[in-house]
């Protein structure tokens, strides 16, 4: 099967149901475990990109937060809240079949604080220069919250199984 060709035909569909011009497929083994289109349009939800309901199928499927041995397809250069989540299920490979770039004649989707063409550097910034505000409320119980974790867990700072470089 043509796993790129599947997943710009869930986007196509999506676009003609109304929905936004993205779609992301994951394999494992040869075959599709989840795929998905961006429904963000129909439900509302800023994050219902299509990668993230994808990893969550995928995920709830393997029984894990962890999608090593797989390869996911998304149709465009992931936005930043998919790729760090593409980071955190931790793929073999994802495969982009085009660029922001080659897409921004036809789509943009800029929002008040969020630029495809600043993010990185905004995001970079430290949090009392960004254009999000953002305000820190030191609490020592938030910070006894991540003790009481390594507690419960035979002092491991790290969740079980997690893949490591």
């Not at 040869?30 to 969550?56: C, F, K, M, Y």
């Amino acid at each position: 099967m043509d796993f790129a060709q599947r997943t710009i035909d869930l986007a196509r569909r999506n676009v003609e149901e109304g929905g936004r011009p993205f779609a992301t497929v994951i394999v494992k083994d040869g075959e599709i475990l989840a795929e998905s289109p961006n429904l963000v349009a129909q439900t509302s939800d800023p994050t219902a990109h299509a990668e993230v309901l994808a990893i969550r199928e995928a995920c709830r499927k393997l029984g894990t937060e962890h999608l090593t041995g797989t390869t996911i397809y998304v149709l465009a250069h992931p936005c930043p809240m998919c790729l760090g989540s593409l980071y955190y299920c931790s793929p073999d490979e994802v495969v982009f079949l085009t660029t922001r770039d080659a897409y921004e004649p036809h789509y943009v989707d800029d929002r008040k604080y969020f630029e495809l063409a600043t993010f990185y550097g905004e995001f970079a910034k430290d949090y009392t220069e960004r254009r999000l505000p953002m305000t820190y409320r030191p609490r020592q119980d938030a910070v006894d919250v991540y003790r009481r974790w390594q507690q419960r867990n035979g002092g491991e700072r790290r969740v079980a199984g997690t893949p490591t470089a």
